[in-house]
């Protein structure tokens, strides 16, 4: 019995790593994990009705319509923040690509729109939690030096399995 529940939990923790791993991988130019049509945005601040440590799941979407809140890229603040915004004004440019204002004095490439906010699905506290695990150190305590450590316990035992023969 005792085995099979180590068993379990080393199979969870392999399949969190590579779920952690494959975020870790699907990072965009602006520094957010991408897959798909669906973005994953951690929040560090309080906005709107969604709290600190949120994790929010965008659907990307090119269909925007006048009086939408939207999440888009600020491109304008250094690093590159997710804001959220209302849409007051909509030029099609060609037929990739709108030029949309938001909140009446921010002019964005339709690119740099994310999604609307009645497509986020928001989830508490897992939000904190992938944060910790996708940080530099969260990633080298909790991922990388476990397995360090379990590769060079099965070292030790191919070695001295060697010396008993």
Known sequence: MKKIVVNFFICLYFIITILIT?????????????????????????MEKFDKGDLLIIDKSKNFDTGDDVFYYDTYSSPVEVKLGKISKTEIVNDKESSIVIDDDIVLSSDNILGKKSTVKSYHLIGTILSILTSRWGYLFIIVLPMLLAFIYEIYEIVKEIKKK
């Not at 494959?22 to 929040?43: A, G, Q, R, T, V």
């Open 22 to 46: 494959y975020c870790l991988l699907s990072y965009n130019k602006y520094n957010i994990p991408e897959f798909d049509n669906h973005l994953m945005i951690i929040l560090d601040e309080k």
